[in-house]
């Protein structure tokens, strides 16, 4: 055949990161240790940055080349059913501050919060690894420096806690790929090729793993399909073809295959927890956050529709004079922004009234699971200390009356704009 066929289903995709440690420096790549459970939707992409010459003096009208400037890294992580570890993982690198402790005999508590300043010389954030299975046998890819841009987390009834994170990467990533040129006779039979097996370990799997040959026609100079049939399992690999052509005069052919897998290329096993229900989620408003507990307040209940809550970091990776190579050497943010949003019923003028004192209030909000042993649930509790309400459109909805709130986040003197609890059985998140 000249094309072998490989199963391309998105399902197929795995997802794995550096979520219990960071990177040590930017572009310095981590260990992998979690596989997580994501939407098939979630894909990491490189983002080339190329420029046709259209500005420049090419005697033509057209541009007649094109310049790399190398790329980015960016994509959406999205769990549809959250799990207490995606937030705990979204949040860790998202507000960029962890800290855990050991609860019960096999579980931790991490509580988390924004950094203030930088975590080094290039980074404002801290930075994990990640890297992506694409298909069955497409390729996989790895991806260093990758931060958490945006992290949103929307509880809406009737549903699971779902969780999204914008993925922003300095542009450095290694494929598990390799293109290979052998020179051989235009009536070769088999071509060896120098060094590298072929991944797989049956006969089947190492011809798909074969993705193409093409040789080098001496006559027109045109690359042309070769078609192959077998795959030996030794290092150098030796793969049979139908000769192309007739005669003993050498070209050039290049074989697309999967290399034997090493290093990064073994995924870590995955580790399951049960997802947050949104019913499960207690809601408190109004009170105050005394560093211990969330004291007085109301609790909301019927008459929540929907809580979303927006984490913006406005972080861009760079590439700045002194990187060395095509890919950034630094990533800072902007300046961090967050807002609350609560869809409830209109069954009172409370809201409205804090809107119109311009007065401040807090939020707890409790998603707590099954326990993991006697006393201790998966679960997670965010605190916000100090929010401003800054709009409550009143408007109708399934015939009865509700508002759309808006809630600034703030940053408290003492305990911050927010603090995240995240329990579970995992040690530690971006230490």
Known sequence: MPWSIRNFLATHNLLAVSANQRETAMNIEQELDTAFLADASTVLNYQAIKFPNREELTGKEEPDRVHDLGGKVGGILSFSRTQPQHLAFLLAYGLGEAASEAVGVGGYRHTITPRSGEVDECRSNPSFTAAMRFGRQVLKRRFASCFIDQVRLELARDGWAKATGSVRGSGKVSDNTQVEEVSAALNAASLTLADNGVEGGTAAERLSNVQAIKILNPATQAWEDVSYQAVSGVAPAQIDITPPGTGGGLTTYRVYYLPQESGWMAFPNRVEEPPLKVSQVEVFLGGRWDGAGFLGGHRLAAEVRRLTWTLRNNLTPESAPGAGAAYANRAFRAGREQKLEVDRDFRDFLVAQH?????????????????????????????????????????????????????????????????????????????
Do not use: C, H, T
């Not at 998966?378 to 100090?386: C, D, S």
């Not at 909805?397 to 600034?408: G, K």
């Open 355 to 431: 809107l119109r004192d311009n007065d401040y209030l807090s939020f707890y909000l409790k998603a707590a699971g099954p326990e993991f042993e006697p006393g201790f649930n998966y679960q997670v509790e965010l605190v916000f200390p100090r929010l401003a309400v800054m709009a409550a459109p009143v408007k109708a909805a399934q015939r009865r009356l509700a508002e759309d709130v808006e809630l600034a986040v703030l940053e408290d003197d003492e305990y911050g704009s927010v603090i995240a609890y995240v329990q579970n059985k995992v040690s530690s998140y971006a230490a």
